[in-house]
Each structure stands twice: as structure tokens, then as C-alpha cells.
């Protein structure tokens, strides 16, 4: 398989973009892998790239979105951080890739037990995760159930879930309304912006529809 290129980027609609990464991670939950050469893409963008696709995941080492989606070098953005949220150098580096280098699809990936909205729910404390957990702890408010303290916690694996969904939407308002131009793209039908959740038991992704 080889590298995308100018040509075959700018034929993949925000719709086909999303349908190759549901693809790709059914072949990854089947085995089945593409047939690729990663050195050979390596040759095949030495003098540019043309990815389709950009993907904000969590840090976590299992959600590597290169590997779960069955995508090669040069086929997708991947912006890592915990807790999969945004701040003005993501929302920059998503802009990037999508209004000048031609991305057509914007993926907010969590993922199930994630560690950052485990955090979040126990109002963890240490160093510099203190203020990364805060941008976490909106959903944590949003998500109204249970009521009882003592449920909303780390330890129910339920509600760390939902404030994982919860997460991924709020993020997706967050980029609408702090980034002009991903708004505009997306209004003219230039891009899409979707969220999904990983489940880290059978490495399947469902996206929001």
C-alpha cells in the first residue's frame, strides 16, 4: 500500500475519510491488516505529506490511533495528550492540518478507563497533572448520575465512562467555538468533526453519529 499523494488526499471526502478509519479498525480487530512497507512510505513522502485524517487521542499506550485504525506513515495527524482536551496550541496544530495541509476528518478520541478522567472524578493532585485535570473536571460536572458522592468516584467504572463521552463532546464544542476556522470548514462542508470512544477490552471504536 502505498503513501497518499496530492492527487488521491484531495479525492477523499470528510465522509470517505471517516469511512476509511472505520475500516481500518475493523481490520484491526480481524487481523487483517493492509499489506504496507512503512519504509517505502518513508521514501514515498521524503518530499511531502498528504494525510487525510486528524486524530486527538489520550497519551495512554494503548491508543495508538496509527495502529488501531490500520494506517500507515503519512496517512494521518495524531495530537496526543491526556485526556484528550484542547488548548490553543492543539486547536493550532488542528487548524494546520486541516486548512493548510488538507485534512478532511477531525477525530476527538477517548477511550474507556481512561487514567486522566479517573483522575479528574477523584480530584487528583500532583504537580503539573493538577492543572491538566481541570480542564477534565467540566464533565465530570456535566455527568448529573449518580447523585451519591461515593459513586462518583475512580472506582465506578460506569461513571468514568460517561464522563469520558462526556469529555469527547464538550471538546468538540470546545473546537467549534474556539477555533474560526474549523468552524467555517466544517459549515462549508470542507472537513468533518466527529468523536469517538475506544474500547481498551476488544479494540473496537465507536464514533458519534
Same mark, same amino acid.
Given at each position: 500500500m502505498k503513501a497518499h499523494t496530492q492527487e488521491t488526499q484531495a479525492a477523499i471526502t470528510p465522509q470517505i475519510a471517516l469511512d476509511l478509519l472505520r475500516e481500518g479498525n475493523q481490520r484491526f480487530q480481524k487481523k487483517h491488516m493492509a499489506d504496507r512497507d512503512l519504509l517505502d512510505q518513508v521514501s514515498d513522502t521524503k518530499g511531502g505529506q498528504y494525510p487525510f485524517a486528524t486524530i486527538l487521542s489520550c497519551i495512554d499506550s494503548r491508543v495508538s490511533s496509527e495502529l488501531i485504525f490500520d494506517q500507515g506513515i503519512g496517512d494521518i495527524f495524531s495530537a496526543r495528550v491526556a485526556g484528550n482536551f484542547v488548548n490553543e496550541d492543539i486547536l493550532?496544530?488542528?487548524?494546520?492540518?486541516? /486548512?493548510?495541509?488538507?485534512? /478532511?476528518?477531525?477525530?476527538?478520541?477517548?477511550?474507556?478507563?481512561?487514567?486522566?478522567?479517573?483522575?479528574?472524578?477523584?480530584?487528583? /493532585?500532583?504537580?503539573?497533572?493538577?492543572?491538566?485535570?481541570?480542564?477534565? /473536571?467540566?464533565?465530570v460536572s456535566a455527568v448529573t448520575e449518580p447523585a451519591d458522592p461515593a459513586e462518583r468516584t475512580s472506582k465506578n467504572i460506569e461513571f468514568v465512562n460517561n464522563v469520558a463521552v462526556k469529555n469527547v463532546n464538550l471538546t468538540i464544542d470546545n473546537i467549534r467555538s474556539q477555533s474560526e476556522v474549523l468552524k467555517e470548514m466544517e459549515a462549508n462542508n470542507e472537513i468533518k468533526i466527529i468523536g469517538g470512544m475506544y474500547d481498551i477490552s476488544d479494540g473496537s471504536v465507536t464514533f458519534f453519529e
Open positions: 493550532g496544530s488542528m487548524e494546520f492540518a486541516c /486548512k493548510l495541509a488538507g485534512t /478532511k476528518l477531525v477525530v476527538v478520541l477517548g477511550h474507556t478507563a481512561c487514567g486522566a478522567v479517573k483522575g479528574a472524578c477523584d480530584d487528583a /493532585k500532583l504537580g503539573n497533572l493538577t492543572a491538566l485535570l481541570s480542564k477534565i /473536571k467540566p464533565a
